[in-house]
């Protein structure tokens, strides 16, 4: 049955997998390898370095696309390596238009971090569409949304911020890290990128640090899994 065909409690087990290339393991083995062995120089099964890609990274960046109804996935080290991945998308000059109460983690590497690169930020209160589309000129770039807000679970409309954005060259990127894509599933409401803090819901036990991307295009996942290789 195709992953997409699946109920999500179905996806959060099956979706995206197949059993394991080598041995037909129906559990994705821990492939504990930094490298591969080739048998000339470029000739591999389709991994050949670890950072580039892992075949456990790959099993886990399905299950996310799966469960949150995208195409790519991307696993990242920490929730803040995902959004550092997101805003490499941007150039010198480019406008961010963010939640004035998003998580304190964000907003430091958004003020602290990027802004020393040249991104301009502005936080508004993202509850009335209007206060975004007061902020939009030639160059935004990215809309960053998250809700429920942490900590203080403001909600936000996906969909009326995703109007916004139709025939522009915007992208509306959404932290789902508190809703989960069991409650809510940002690409369905016209957001071209998820992000999650995996660190805490979708990892569900406090036992790992991980973050992840998920899209729906082809042309943005290579843009971002070429961050992820190129950045590390
Ligand atoms: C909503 C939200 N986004 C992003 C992050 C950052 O994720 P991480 O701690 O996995 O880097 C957190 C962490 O608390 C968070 O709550």
Do not use: C
């Not at 805003?87 to 238009?97: H, N, R, Y």
Request: hydrophobic share 40%; no cysteine.
């Amino acid at each position: 049955m195709a992953s997409k065909d699946l109920k999500f409690n179905t996806k959060t087990i099956h979706g995206g997998q197949k059993p394991d290339a080598g041995y037909g393991a129906v559990m994705p083995p821990i492939y504990q390898t930094s490298t591969y062995a080739q048998t000339t120089p470029g000739g591999h099964k389709g991994y050949e370095y670890s950072r580039s890609a892992n075949p456990t990274r790959t099993a886990l960046e399905n299950s996310l696309a799966s469960i949150e109804g995208g195409t790519h996935g991307m696993a990242f080290g920490s929730g803040l390596a995902a959004i550092d991945a997101v805003i490499k998308l941007l150039q010198p000059g480019d406008e961010v238009i963010s939640t004035n109460d998003l998580y304190g983690g964000s907003y430091r590497i958004f003020k602290r971090i990027f802004e020393n690169f040249g991104i301009v930020f502005h936080f508004v209160g993202m509850q009335g569409a209007n206060a975004v589309q007061e902020k939009i000129n030639s160059r935004t770039k990215l809309i960053w949304v998250e809700t429920p807000t942490n900590p203080m679970m403001n909600i936000i409309d996906i969909k009326a911020i995703a109007s916004l954005t139709i025939d522009k060259d915007i992208l509306l990127a959404v932290d789902n890290t508190f809703a989960t894509p069991y409650l809510q599933k940002p690409l369905e409401l016209g957001a071209d990128i998820v992000m999650h803090s995996a660190t805490k819901y979708l990892g569900g036990h406090s036992d790992t640090v991980v973050g992840a991307l998920v899209v729906k295009d082809q042309e943005l996942a290579d843009r971002l899994y070429f961050i992820q290789n190129a950045s590390g």
